[in-house]
């Protein structure tokens, strides 16, 4: 069991940076994933990446703006936020899945999943 625990969430302005990062507990091999909600909306895809690091796929709407990262010593994934902007508010989760993949956005392919943490981006 692999249990994940973002951090790194809150009050921000428009244009500003933050930094989340998630924590996993247990080793996990999986290609782990960050997804968002805003209230009223579905979760929505923001940013993947694999085991190894590389090649990482990022949602049109972050693409030049958010960076996905990972430190596979430390089981921890970051998401590092920059230039956000009001539309960026929402509910980031990362996920993780239990078996390596090469690419998706789908949350349907992650297995485990965090709570959660708040983005506000006031304007």
């Known amino acids: 069991q692999v249990q994940l625990e973002e951090s790194g969430g809150g009050l921000v302005q428009a244009g500003g940076s933050l930094r989340l990062s998630c924590a996993a507990s247990?080793?996990?091999?999986?290609?782990m994933g960050w997804f968002r909600q805003a209230l009223g909306k579905e979760r929505e895809f923001v940013a993947f990446i694999k085991w190894s690091g590389g090649s990482p796929v990022y949602a049109d709407s972050v693409k030049g703006r958010f960076t996905i990262s990972r430190d596979n010593a430390k089981n921890t994934v970051y998401l590092q936020m920059n230039s956000l902007k009001p539309e960026d508010t929402a509910v980031y989760y990362c996920?993780?899945?239990?078996?390596?993949?090469?690419?998706?956005?789908?949350?349907?392919?992650?297995?485990?999943w965090g709570k959660g943490t708040l983005v506000t981006v006031s304007s």
């Open positions: 996920a993780t899945t239990k078996l390596p993949l090469t690419y998706t956005v789908s949350a349907s392919f992650f297995d485990y």
């Open positions: 247990g080793r996990t091999f999986g290609s």
